[in-house]
């Protein structure tokens, strides 16, 4: 049995000014965006598996922590209304959220864009170890970060960054860049893929990583800056094929390892010495 069925957090409404262009002399004044937040917690064990979807535009933010627990934080913003509207328009598509400690599903819905501008945002805790995340974003960003599992995500248009992940990871946007930051000395687990077909990807590995690397822009240019790798005892720099308008970069770093695949079909890539230990 669902632990919850269809749950409307407890939400504070917040007036927020934003800046305004000046109206038109004779025109009715905008209201400033309608802002309400909360949040809802619920117990969820390690090796769980977690499906998100979010049907309205918004970014989605998920963090691994250390609790048998996952929080949800939610920003709705509603623009175009007066307060009174907004409010009983809130209340008809509140967030969907059902659970047990073992599975979940977190849903956003929302008014036609032709009712009202609608805007929800989340940010997501959820056991770091073995949390599995299967997420749909309509259009906004998604950020991943500090999770191992296995780890699906499909954007129809927005953004994809992710940090210190492993396990398996998968995702692609119709349209967006990809920021990817590898930790660590190797990627635990089964591989790494992410793809956009528009948008630019940038790849930071620590300098001494163990990966098979497998980079591919279509239309564009593949930068790297990074450094020089052992073979048969020599240094040999890292090195694109160029054929035709495609540029790729197969290479194995360190004492190799498992695959880490980015792939652009129209945009840069570059290959970035990070930092991160």
Do not use: H
Not at 98 to 120: C, F, L, N, V
Not at 159 to 183: C, N, P, R
Not at 246 to 258: D, F, H, K
Request: proline share 7%.
């Amino acid at each position: 049995m669902f632990a919850g069925l269809i749950l409307t957090l407890l939400l504070i409404p917040v007036r927020f000014q934003e800046p305004q262009a000046q109206p038109q002399q004779g025109a009715p004044p905008q209201a400033p965006p309608y802002i309400e937040r909360g949040q809802r917690q619920f117990n969820f064990y390690p090796g769980g598996k977690l499906e998100i979807t979010l049907g309205v535009p918004g970014s989605l933010k998920i963090i691994g922590w250390k609790r048998g627990a996952v929080l949800v934080e939610i920003e709705r913003i509603i623009r175009g209304l007066t307060e009174d509207q907004a409010k009983v328009l809130a209340t008809q598509f509140p967030l969907q959220l059902r659970w047990t400690q073992t599975t979940g599903t977190i849903r956003t819905a929302g008014p036609p864009p032709s009712m009202a501008d609608t805007e929800i945002n989340l940010t997501i805790y959820v056991p770091k170890d073995r949390t599995d995340l299967k997420t749909q974003v309509l259009k906004g960003n998604l950020a991943v970060g500090a999770v191992n599992g296995w780890i699906e995500a499909t954007l129809q248009e927005g953004s994809i960054e992710t940090g210190s992940l492993s396990g398996y990871f998968s995702a692609m946007t119709k349209a967006g860049d990809l920021k990817l930051e590898m930790a660590g000395k190797r990627w635990e687990g089964y591989g790494f893929t992410a793809v956009t077909q528009k948008g630019t990807v940038d790849l930071r590995l620590p300098a001494e990583y163990s990966a098979a690397l497998q980079l591919e822009t279509r239309s564009g240019e593949l930068t790297i800056d990074y450094p020089e790798q052992l073979v048969d005892g020599e240094s040999v720099p890292l090195q694109a094929v160029v054929k035709k308008d495609a540029r790729t970069l197969s290479a194995t770093v360190g004492a190799g390892g498992a695959p880490v695949r980015v792939m652009t079909f129209a945009g840069d890539v570059r290959l970035i010495r990070s930092q991160t230990p």
